[in-house]
């Protein structure tokens, strides 16, 4: 069995992408790295350079400036690195997606166990989301919960809509769990940082234009997120993650909330109440198909 890793990367110093522990945390367990590097001048390939390792393949790709609609360049450029990959299982990681080494074991295993089980596609992942520091998640199942992020390879599978999963020939595919984590710090930057991080992003969804809907020089945690949300994360980060950890210095304090309570809040909560008595969670998105 074959284990190739692979994820795209753009301005990741810049946008403060944890991208180096992204890639290191699983790279014990692959055979090869593909990193499709987006053109930057923030030093990102510098960055990627700087892992001292054979298994690392580094390529340079050049984002078409015109091509933002719908997020679907994210996508464009996981593919290009999918296509690059050799082994019987690819493994993405998106840039700010770590893996905690407890897990490495058991994702292994799991995929030796159904490496001749060709009716699987894939490999789902549970989530932890933080938001605003390393000492916060959610605890929402509207941030979404689980999600591909291991597919077998030479199979037709493609990065889907804004690569936030994937489909084969535009239909779900059938995976089984690892029951393993994906550590998400997409929401854990400078608030300078996140709120340049958030024009790129949304203008890559919606146009140019779309950078203009949001001014601020540095992003509101406080007033961006309803606090019922969140939890306090009572578990281990990964131990890729912890000299960044070390050097974090911004405050985030929940009971300084100024959120104002949305209609949206109000019925997110209601059904995370219920999800959490009856197992149910109303309308929850699902973007495969679970075997057992």
């Known amino acids: 069995m074959k284990i190739s890793g692979f994820t795209f990367v753009k301005d990741a110093v810049k946008y403060y992408y944890p991208v180096k522990e992204s890639i290191e945390s699983i790279l014990p367990i692959c055979d090869e790295f593909i ?12 960055l990627i350079k700087s892992i ?12 078409d ?15 290009i690195a999918l296509e690059k990959c050799k082994g019987n299982w690819c493994f993405y990681l998106q840039a700010d997606e770590v893996v905690h080494e407890n897990d490495l074991t058991k994702i292994v295993a799991c995929m030796e166990e159904d490496l001749n089980d060709h009716q699987v596609d894939g490999l789902i992942f ?7 520091d390393y000492k916060n998640s959610v605890r929402s ?23 936030q999963g994937f489909r084969l020939n535009e239909k779900k595919l059938k995976v089984k769990s690892t029951d393993a984590y994906i550590y998400h710090y997409g929401w854990v930057r400078p608030p300078r940082s996140m709120a340049e991080k958030k024009r790129y992003h949304d203008s890559l969804h919606h146009g140019d234009n779309w950078e203009k809907e949001f001014t601020e020089e540095e992003f509101g945690y406080l ?14 980060h990964p131990e890729m993650m912890q000299k960044r ?3 974090w210095r911004w405050d985030f304090d929940l009971s300084k ?22 197992g149910w969670r109303i309308g929850e998105y699902k973007n495969f198909i679970l075997l057992k």
């Open 35 to 46: 990193v499709n590097v987006g053109k930057s001048n923030d030093g990102t390939l510098e």
């Open 52 to 63: 001292d390792s054979p298994k690392i393949i580094i390529f340079e790709s050049e984002w």
């Open 65 to 79: 400036p015109n091509f933002k609609f719908k997020g679907k360049i994210l996508a464009q450029q996981t593919n």
């Open 126 to 132: 549970n989530w932890v989301h933080f938001y605003g």
């Open 141 to 163: 199942y509207h941030w979404y919960k689980r999600e591909v992020r291991i597919v077998r390879n030479h199979r037709g599978i493609r990065s889907w809509s804004s690569a």
């Open 223 to 236: 007033e961006g997120i309803d606090p019922y949300m969140l939890d306090r994360f009572k578990g281990s």
């Open 245 to 247: 950890i070390g050097e």
């Open 257 to 278: 909330s100024n959120h104002k309570l949305t209609f949206r809040d109000i019925r997110n909560r209601i059904s995370d109440f219920i999800a959490r008595k009856t």
